[in-house]
């Protein structure tokens, strides 16, 4: 260190360089946010990163990352809008593209705001703060540690796995690797530590980590294990303010924001409208509207694939789990290349009724906008095909309170995602029963779920009050054997769930992704071939998307290997 001193005016001076030393700029001191307040705004800030802001492909819907890549969904639009999202749809991401560099940031930033809030509750001695809230900020943080880890697993296949405290310097010697046992480990924290009630809905309560600590161990194939801790989620599991889990009466009541944080939603992303900034609503959607009409206005993304639309046949009532629903004789009839103008009947056969809540199709009512129209909705047919999402999509009735109208598309909502519903977690009770050995209690599981779509209520109306379509759907009298139940429980998520995220990483964890993208490219592909041009699957690149090539080169590939194929 540099010393000098010198006489100026009578005074003696001293000096060195640590004026050198700047705290940096619009960053507060640690020591400063090491208090009860500080600390509770830094786990806020961890819960704030859940709908992936600034990084459109780490929000926890996975619109991309498992519906469009499940094949559930087509990009829409045309060829030309976000390209990114192309290399997703055929398979061609590589190590410098957008999609897997955009989602590993996001991710991260969430894991840093976690480690943020336990590092500054290590050092906290605000006696404000007491031992109940400790335990609770712990569980929390460690919960949301644990599902933005989750998410870099299903996606990368490895990570270097940060502890709250590391310096920067010791992060970067981290090596990366396979997570599965330090999530465990944050989850069964959080199931173990965290309250079966709170004060605030939208906080991770002890049902809510069991639910993640279960699809944590399913997706490891420890199916004996995640099935005791799903069934007493299933059993006992509630709310935060204390509502015993159970299905909503209405299937699309799961999407609209007049019943977010309803006793079906075990953990969900929090969103609000109308609040003076578009910082607290859905950023996970804003693209997924109708082009160029109400409601939002923009962009014509998430067009719903053909394989999925068609899944909802039925037949006596009950989905064709040999995927025959493609043939022509059993596909939905559609309007592709039909004008608005001209004539079309929409499909008289008998149809399974969340279709109507999941797709919108032409001459079956769209929410309460209008009766879709067709070509009219779509800004290129013929690339991104005839289809609407229509899940997550605000009312009119909803127009400037659910929308916000503030903004420069009214797409910004308060509707919340759902990162576990409790359908979800019955249908993933439903396997590890099925992979126990107990058909009847999967059976038992899964006809709870389909129970509810069978209701009246539940079907699509056209303003007389008759049904729109012929719905027709009933439960299953037995499952056969183990090969036909998994078919039943793999068709009902597809079902239940569709345009939800998860589609990809069930069809990866079942070890049937490769077969079934081909077939899905294949048939989507003779209807929209710019869309689907030169796209193929292929193991064992295609599995996880590739580490980023910007943050293998931070590190270097001894601490970041790359994923094979790339």
Same mark, same amino acid.
């Given at each position: ?52 802001? &600034? ?24 060829? &030309? ?8 749809? =055929? ?59 989750? =998410? ?13 405290? *590391? ?9 990366? &690797?396979? *997570? ?49 801790? *799903? ?13 015993? /889990? ?20 075990? /953990?969900?992303? =929090? ?60 596909? $939905? ?17 008998? $149809? ?52 916000? &109208? ?100 069930? *069809? ?59």
């Amino acid at each position: 260190m540099l010393l000098c001193a010198f006489l100026l005016g009578g005074m003696l001076l001293t000096c060195s360089d640590d004026f050198l030393e700047v705290s940096p700029r619009g960053a507060l001191d640690p020591s400063v946010l090491a208090t009860e307040a500080g600390i509770e705004g830094a786990l806020l800030g961890a819960y704030a990163q859940l709908g992936g802001r &600034g990084n459109y492909f780490s929000g926890a819907s996975n619109w991309v990352n498992g519906s469009i890549q499940g094949g559930e969904a087509n990009k829409g639009t045309d060829d &030309g809008d976000f390209v990114d999202i192309n290399s997703v749809v =055929q398979f061609k991401l590589g190590a410098t593209s957008r999609v897997p560099s955009d989602r590993w940031n996001g991710l991260f930033e969430g894991v840093s705001r976690a480690n943020a809030a336990l590092a500054l509750m290590a050092q906290t001695e605000d006696p404000l703060l007491t031992d109940e809230d400790r335990t609770r900020i712990e569980g929390e943080a460690r919960f949301l540690r644990g599902h933005y880890y989750f =998410q870099l697993e299903i996606s990368y296949d490895q990570a270097p796995f940060l502890t709250a405290g *590391l310096t920067l310097e010791e992060q970067q010697l981290v090596v990366s &690797g396979d *997570l599965w046992d330090m999530i465990e480990a944050d989850f069964q924290f959080a199931y173990d530590n965290l309250p079966e009630t709170l004060d605030q809905a939208g906080r991770a309560n002890k049902w809510a980590a069991g639910a993640y600590l279960g699809k944590t161990q399913l997706f490891q194939g420890k199916f004996a294990e995640a099935k005791t801790v *799903l069934r007493n989620v299933v059993d006992n599991g509630q709310t935060t303010n204390g509502q015993k /889990f159970d299905l909503l009466s209405n299937y699309s009541d799961a999407f609209n924001a007049e019943f977010d944080n309803s006793f079906e939603s075990v /953990f969900a992303v =929090q969103a609000a409208a109308n609040s003076g900034t578009t910082n607290v609503a859905n950023p996970d959607f804003v693209l997924n509207f109708i082009q160029g009409n109400k409601p939002g206005g923009c962009c014509g993304f998430f067009q719903p694939s053909y394989d999925l639309v068609n899944s909802f046949r039925t037949q006596n009532g009950l989905p064709l789990l040999d995927n025959s629903y493609n043939e022509s004789s059993m596909a $939905l009839a559609q309007d592709l290349g039909i004008e608005s103008s001209d004539a079309f009947s929409p499909d008289e056969g008998s $149809l399974d009724p969340r279709l109507d809540h999941s797709v919108g199709r032409r001459g079956i009512p769209y929410l309460d906008w209008q009766v879709h129209p067709g070509k009219s909705f779509i800004r290129d047919q013929g690339y991104a095909g005839p289809f609407s999402p229509k899940k997550f999509v605000f009312y009119q009735s909803q127009e400037g309170t659910i929308a916000d &109208g503030t903004s420069w598309t009214a797409g910004y909502t308060a509707i919340n995602y759902n990162i576990i519903r409790f359908a979800d977690v019955l249908l993933m009770l439903a396997e590890t029963e099925i992979e126990t050995g107990d058909l009847e209690a999967a059976r038992t599981l899964v006809n709870r779920v389909r129970s509810r779509a069978k209701d009246d209520p539940n079907f699509v109306k056209m303003d007389d009050g008759s049904a729109a379509a012929n719905y027709s759907i009933e439960l299953y009298d037995s499952f056969s054997d183990d090969d036909m139940a998994r078919r039943a429980v793999r068709m009902e998520r597809k079902l239940e769930l569709s345009g939800e995220g998860h589609r990809f990483f069930d *069809l990866s964890r079942w070890g049937i992704v490769e077969a079934e993208m081909n077939r899905i490219i294949a048939n989507e592909r003779a209807f929209l071939p710019l869309a689907y041009d030169g796209a193929q699957f292929s193991s064992p690149r295609n599995l996880y998307y590739p580490i980023p090539q910007g943050q293998i080169d931070l590190q270097g590939p001894e601490i970041l290997p790359q994923n094979p194929g790339y």
